[in-house]
């Protein structure tokens, strides 16, 4: 009798139990198609129509992912194409940017809220506009928020802090233009905040230096300012980064266990505290263009772990001890442009390609790199014992000089407007000049314009571009010596050089294909000079050499570019330096920088730049493993090319044909990042019929590299390997944009990263 009253429980639960599960699955359901209704019927939720009603069981896409636990949706993550990249917003709907006018965020968020078993919520990139709600704190199991790249304004909502179980919250890229809120600080469980490129303002909360859980914060590029607080509470603390904002107290202490301090571009003063010198896990330091003073830690530059330390444009003064210590992994040293003096210790003097010093524009007793005259970097303690008397002086004197300056405003402001003139009759002519002999009009370079990425990023810190003398460069390579040949192509030899200052160069020497007119080839040059990015090598000037006897036509130029030491791109993918070869994040990473700087090549520039000779040779990696693309845009010179300016058929399908190489390249790049050098080197014809065996996970396991396997996720790896059979598919008009190649890098990064952050969350545990 007892086993048949637990045979009908049982059987009256799980008859009671289906229709409460089908309820529940039913209502998510319809919460998913009102969400996708307040978003307008993005593509990426195109899915939603395909599924049987039950959430749980619809499949993921690149864009779109969609998990449950217990039957309940736990995680909901949609990419969309809506990048919040205008130069300025308003508040108001963009057309064709932005959601429409209609769009309510207050609506869209009461409904969201409503999936109330919510964990992990992902929405970038949707065009979501207006202020954030209050009511976003509803969503009390969420872990993880991503509100990336949208454009939402005014207040981040304070409720945020009654979320408790959060771990990670993203809001970068948005225009949130209050301050940060002090109840963040109530988080217990934050790990990660990032809030980047916003426009925050005001001081950097204290409360958040009592969050003992935070691993990374990311505030760089807003406009905080005021006191950053003792931050050597947060002992779980790696990465932090403030770059680019008003920042102005002195520097506080840091916990011992940072990894990365990005502080550059503040206004920080006083000396550098002596605590950064025990930082012994600390990696990078950047605390370049402040207003810091006194004498560096001599520990910082000994540090066990440092491989990266940026002490530039700040006032530093007094010596360096004669024999101070580097550490073995120190590989890049900056302290140009301060007011340090004396002689330069022995192991920043030292020649090496593991170690690149930058030492220029202080009064050190070196002739290398140039240096100030020794009156420049006078104590500045003697002359605070003047100041009283010079105040005098200036009370007395400005008196006289106020109405004498008056006077001289008139002659100033007459003399402006004399030579404004002058300087447009100059540019009206210098337009005006012929250059059909090369096809590219000096109007169009003259007119050529940048997007908003340049004028952030343009030549920040990049040497002022500049014409070398042939003797200058022969000397740098030891009268271009077989030993300082680093490469050869097709597109021209390779030497290391070093300029008589102690820099290194990298010098490409071109020959052309027939003469050149020296004006027209000085207007190539002046347009390739302005295609400044961060993931391009810097061009940092060039040298013609004149064909035969005239002084009007060159059959030979040679580029000077920065050095970049760390090796290619290629390199690290080959087993043959098993410790040095890239995983998964490593590689996306390299290819998303490089996406970037071909995206900016076409689109960033007028006319745009094609053809740019795409290879993972051609990639380099710099001293904190940034990639920076070399030999690009030397198709403007080496070859011959159409007018620009032309409006003809012909002239655009050119145009396209070029872009549509690069795309290819790329593709190819791509794909050896998938399998590896061995395989790509039997051949273009092997691998595109290897590509079939993408599509099977047993053909993956034997064509993709190893490395990959063991640190991607298969949905990562899925995005890329879609996007690859787009770049290379035999049809041109198949292909997809750069736009839209970066686009699935970015998201098959982000992917990745929320895999990594889950299993280290599992590891933990």
Same mark, same amino acid.
């Given at each position: 009798m007892g086993n048949f009253c637990l045979f009908a429980l049982a059987l009256f639960s799980w008859l009671f139990y289906i229709p409460i599960t089908y309820g529940l699955q039913t209502y998510q359901s319809q919460l998913l198609l009102q969400l996708r209704k307040h978003l307008e019927y993005p593509p990426q939720l195109e899915i939603l129509n395909n599924y049987n009603g039950e959430p749980c069981s619809s499949s993921?896409? /690149? %864009?779109?992912?969609?998990?449950?636990?217990?039957?309940?949706? /736990?995680?909901? *993550?949609?990419?969309?194409?809506?990048?919040?990249?205008?130069?300025?917003?308003?508040?108001? !709907?963009?057309?064709?940017?932005?959601?429409?006018e209609s769009f309510s965020i207050d609506s869209f968020i009461t409904t969201l809220t409503r999936l109330t078993t919510l964990r992990v919520l992902s929405l970038v990139s949707l065009g979501i506009w207006g202020p954030l709600p209050d009511k976003i704190h509803r969503l009390h199991s969420l872990e993880l928020l991503d509100l990336s790249s949208n454009f939402m304004f005014g207040s981040i909502p304070p409720q945020i802090?009654?979320?408790?179980?959060?771990?990670?919250?993203?809001?970068?890229?948005?225009?949130?233009n209050d301050t940060i809120p002090r109840s963040l600080g109530s988080l217990p469980n934050l790990t990660v905040l990032s809030l980047r490129v916003n426009l925050l303002k005001g001081q950097f909360p204290a409360s958040i230096s009592r969050i003992s859980s935070l691993t990374d914060i990311a505030l760089c590029h807003n406009e =905080?300012?005021?006191?950053?607080?003792d931050l050597s509470t947060l002992t779980s603390l790696r990465v932090l980064d403030l770059r680019e904002n008003q920042l102005d107290s002195e520097l506080p202490l840091m916990p011992r266990g940072l990894i990365t301090a990005l502080l550059a571009k503040n206004s920080f003063s006083g000396n550098i505290p002596e605590q950064f010198g025990k930082l012994g896990h600390l990696q990078h330091l950047d605390l370049s263009y402040n207003h810091l003073s006194g004498a560096p830690p001599s520990a910082l530059f000994s540090l066990p772990n440092i491989s990266y330390l940026n002490l530039a444009s700040n006032r530093l003064s007094g010596s360096l001890p004669k024999h101070l210590s580097c550490g073995s992994k120190l590989g890049f040293v900056d302290i140009s442009n301060n007011k340090l003096k004396g002689e330069l210790p022995s192991c920043l003097d030292d020649i090496s390609d593991k170690r690149v010093v930058n030492f220029g524009w202080n009064c050190l007793s070196v002739n290398a790199q140039q240096q100030h005259k020794g009156s420049y970097c006078k104590d500045v303690n003697r002359r605070k014992q003047h100041s009283g008397k010079t105040v005098l002086i200036i009370v007395i004197v400005g008196a006289v000089l106020l109405l004498g300056l008056l006077g001289?405003?008139? @002659?100033?402001?007459?003399?402006?407007?004399?030579?404004?003139?002058?300087?447009?009759?100059?540019?009206?002519?210098?337009?005006?000049?012929?250059?059909?002999?090369?096809?590219?009009?000096?109007?169009?370079? /003259?007119?050529?314009?940048?997007?908003?990425?340049?004028v952030m990023l343009g030549t920040q810190g990049s040497p002022a571009y500049r014409m070398f003398s042939f003797e200058e460069l022969k000397d740098a390579t030891n009268n271009f010596d077989s030993s300082m040949l680093i490469g050869e192509g097709s597109i021209g030899k390779l030497y290391k050089g070093r300029l008589g200052n102690g820099t290194y160069i990298a010098i490409r020497s071109?020959?052309?294909?027939?003469?050149?007119?020296?004006?027209?080839?000085?207007? *190539? =040059?002046?347009?390739?000079?302005?295609?400044?990015?961060p993931h391009l090598v810097s061009l940092l000037g060039h040298c013609i050499e004149l064909g035969g006897r005239d002084d009007f036509s060159a059959d030979k130029v040679i580029l000077v570019y920065e050095y970049v030491s760390n090796r290619d791109y290629r390199t690290h993918l080959s087993e043959n330096c098993p410790e040095k070869v890239f995983n998964w994040a490593d590689r996306l990473a390299v290819l998303i920088g490089v996406a970037k700087a071909v995206h900016? @090549?076409?689109?960033?520039?007028?006319?745009? !730049?094609? %053809?740019?000779?795409?290879?993972? %040779?051609?990639?380099? =990696?710099?001293?904190?493993?940034?990639?920076?693309?070399?030999?690009?845009?030397?198709?403007?010179?080496?070859e011959e090319n159409e007018k620009l300016e032309a409006k003809g058929e012909g002239s655009q399908l050119r145009r396209r044909t070029k872009l549509e190489d690069d795309v290819y390249n790329f593709g190819f790049i791509l794909l050896e990042s998938l399998v590896g050098p061995i395989l790509t080197g039997k051949g273009e014809a092997f691998l595109l019929n290897e590509m079939a065996s993408f599509g099977s996970q047993d053909g993956r396991r034997r064509?993709?590299?190893?490395?990959? @396997?063991?640190?991607?996720?298969?949905?990562? =790896?899925?995005?890329?390997?879609?996007i690859t059979k787009k770049c290379i598919s035999p049809e041109p008009s198949?292909?997809?944009?750069?736009?839209?190649?970066?686009?699935?890098?970015?998201?098959? !990064?982000?992917?990745?990263? !929320?895999?990594? /952050?889950?299993?280290?969350?599992?590891?933990?545990?």
């Open positions: 993921s896409s /690149a %864009n779109f992912s969609i998990s449950c636990q217990e039957n309940s949706v /736990a995680e909901l *993550k949609v990419m969309g194409d809506k990048l919040a990249n205008v130069s300025e917003f308003s508040g108001h !709907a963009i057309p064709g940017v932005t959601l429409s802090s009654r979320m408790v179980k959060l771990q990670t919250l993203i809001i970068d890229r948005n225009y949130f =905080l300012s005021g006191k950053l607080p001289f405003g008139v @002659l100033v402001l007459s003399r402006i407007f004399c030579s404004k003139r002058t300087f447009e009759t100059h540019i009206r002519q210098k337009v005006g000049q012929d250059t059909s002999k090369t096809g590219v009009s000096s109007e169009v370079l /003259a007119s050529a314009r940048f997007i908003s990425e340049v071109l020959t052309l294909s027939k003469k050149h007119s020296i004006q027209n080839l000085k207007l *190539k =040059l002046d347009f390739l000079s302005k295609l400044q990015h900016f @090549l076409h689109t960033g520039v007028i006319p745009g !730049a094609f %053809n740019n000779h795409l290879k993972t %040779n051609s990639i380099l =990696l710099d001293e904190h493993g940034i990639a920076k693309l070399s030999d690009y845009g030397t198709s403007i010179i080496t064509i993709v590299d190893p490395i990959v @396997l063991t640190t991607c996720s298969q949905e990562s =790896l899925s995005i890329v390997v879609s198949s292909r997809p944009s750069f736009e839209d190649v970066l686009w699935n890098l970015q998201y098959a !990064a982000q992917v990745q990263t !929320a895999v990594d /952050a889950d299993q280290k969350s599992d590891s933990t545990s």
